[in-house]
């Protein structure tokens, strides 16, 4: 969601040389982005973790002598690091206290809370004095991807299309998951009224709710999770006809490469965090405690127990004919 803003600035400064600060698992994202000139990867925890950490973080940053750190984070620690190293304009929105910490401190009223969150972002780089108009994130990546996907096909049996992307799992916590078995309901679907095989996504951590789906597709479903770096993911998504997803990073993904996707929400709201694009579609209950945006869910996830197989099988062969 932050693609945007970086275009923006990319744009906006085409002589300034854009280094982005990211986790590494995210990394991929960004260094095969138009404009941006190098990416430095955030470990922690790790080398950069703790104090000394930090301060080790903020050594190399004082070394790129930059002009500018632009928060897209709204963490006290984003901004205490950049004014750690001594980078002479640091702007952000004034939350979590670091107001003192910033140069360009932008407040954040009721209406930019509403907004989703690609504007959220913009709105603050228009801060700044820059062009910035409604945006679509829009992903590429280098073709010599491709071949490394492929690999990762075919080491997992994965057969011949048309594919169609699970992502099963989420960071955030399980009051954004839709039911594993329900996922497996949906992929036993796909694969026998749609013809579709299906390639399950995620981290290392979704392999459990990877599982049911195995047992309901059998041979027609490869599990993928924890297998594959980022850019691998992003061009494995790129050959699915459709995407299936929770709330999640390969969501964005998805919907930023073009990828007809269908996409459950419950716990989180999807004006603010869904996907964006005209080939998205979104189920959505809006139940009366959603979106609460907990990571765990008091209620039995009633807000995912009420969306059911079949509609999101229906939503699926919505968008099955978007793409060939």
């Not at 932050?2 to 854009?18: I, N, W, Y």
């Not at 750190?69 to 205490?80: E, I, M, T, Y």
């Not at 479903?221 to 993911?233: C, S």
């Not at 997803?245 to 073009?258: E, K, R, W, Y």
Request: with cysteine; proline share 7%.
């Amino acid at each position: 969601m932050s693609l945007p803003a970086v275009t923006a600035v990319c744009q906006g400064v085409p002589r300034a040389e854009v280094t982005i600060l990211a986790k590494p698992w995210v990394g991929d994202l960004f260094s095969a982005f138009p404009g941006v000139h190098r990416v430095i990867p955030y470990l922690s925890p790790g080398v950069h973790g703790g104090i000394k950490g930090r301060w080790r973080l903020a050594r190399e940053l004082r070394n790129g002598r930059f002009d500018l750190a632009l928060h897209l984070p709204n963490s006290f620690d984003s901004a205490l690091l950049s004014f750690m190293a001594g980078i002479p304009r640091r702007a952000g929105y004034q939350t979590d206290g670091r107001g003192i910490l910033l140069t360009d401190c932008v407040p954040v009223d009721g209406k930019v809370k509403r907004e989703h969150q690609v504007e959220y972002y913009l709105h603050l780089i228009r801060s700044l004095g820059l062009q910035a108009g409604t945006g679509i994130p829009s992903l590429q990546f280098p073709l010599d991807w491709v071949p490394e996907a492929d690999e990762v096909l075919k080491s997992a049996g994965s057969g011949e299309g048309p594919f169609v992307g699970l992502s099963p799992g989420s960071q955030y916590g399980s009051a954004k998951e839709w039911f594993p078995e329900r996922f497996g309901e949906l992929g036993r679907l796909i694969s026998e009224k749609l013809g579709g095989r299906l390639l399950i996504l995620g981290s290392a951590g979704d392999r459990a709710a990877a599982a049911p789906i195995l047992r309901a597709a059998g041979p027609k479903a490869a599990d993928l999770t924890g297998k594959t770096t980022l850019g691998q993911a992003m061009a494995i998504i790129s050959r699915c006809r459709v995407f299936v997803t929770n709330d999640s990073g390969l969501m964005h993904v998805a919907a930023a490469l073009g990828v007809p996707l269908v996409a459950i929400f419950g716990s989180t709201d999807p004006s603010r965090t869904g996907p964006l694009g005209t080939t998205s579609r979104v189920v959505y209950k809006g139940l009366s405690c959603a979106p609460c945006l907990k990571t765990q869910c008091p209620r039995n996830r009633e807000c995912m127990e009420a969306v059911t197989v079949e509609e999101v099988f229906e939503e699926v062969k919505r968008v099955w004919e978007l793409r060939r």
